[in-house]
């Protein structure tokens, strides 16, 4: 197999994807720790939820919604759990286990928005017009998507906490 190097231009996007991947969520937790004492991933799933009927989720939904395993989202459901943020309920039948916001769960999406948002906006949106921030909507939207359609065929890479 004969390896395609990437080009010029696609080493320059390349280089730039990086320094967001590791850049941003690391400004993010950040963040969130000091002002809030959650991670940027506890917040996106307390998020999440805050904004279903009853402020609850399927777990296997959930995981979906936020990007991870179901393993990931177990131990960060079980975290959340300890800090009173989220419960797990076991329903009859085949309907599975939910994750559900307690009341302080919400609270703390509530206190938490107003810096979480700033940050964003002062990180991301600030340095960007509404026409860059549609198109970063755009090609947003059209590597998840193609991510998702390249992860899903057999084969393919696994997320790391898949196995463990």
């Known amino acids: 197999?004969?390896?395609?190097?990437?080009?010029?231009?696609?080493?320059?996007?390349?280089?730039?994807?990086?320094?967001?991947?590791t850049r941003l969520p690391g400004a993010l937790d950040t963040q969130l720790q000091r002002e809030s004492g959650v991670t940027h991933f506890e917040y996106w799933v307390l998020t999440l939820l805050s904004e279903e009927p009853g402020h609850r989720l399927q777990m296997s939904d959930l995981a979906h919604k936020a990007n991870a395993s179901l393993s990931r989202l177990s131990h960060v459901i079980s975290k959340l759990e300890r800090m009173g943020l989220a419960?797990?309920?076991?329903?009859?039948?085949?309907?599975?286990?939910?994750?559900?916001?307690?009341?302080?769960?919400?609270?703390?999406?509530?206190?938490?928005?107003?810096?979480?948002?700033?940050?964003?906006?002062r990180l991301v949106?600030?340095?960007?017009?509404p026409d860059e921030t549609a198109r970063l909507a755009e090609l947003s939207e059209l590597l998840s998507a193609r991510l998702s359609e390249v992860l899903s065929k057999p084969g393919a890479p696994t997320d790391p906490d898949e196995d463990g």
């Not at 949106?125 to 017009?129: A, Q, T």
């Open 87 to 121: 419960e797990r309920i076991t329903t009859q039948g085949r309907r599975g286990v939910y994750a559900v916001l307690t009341d302080a769960g919400y609270l703390k999406v509530v206190e938490a928005g107003p810096g979480y948002l700033d940050t964003v906006r």
């Open 1 to 21: 197999m004969v390896t395609k190097w990437l080009d010029p231009v696609e080493q320059r996007a390349w280089r730039a994807v990086v320094a967001l991947m």
């Open 125 to 129: 949106f600030d340095g960007l017009d």
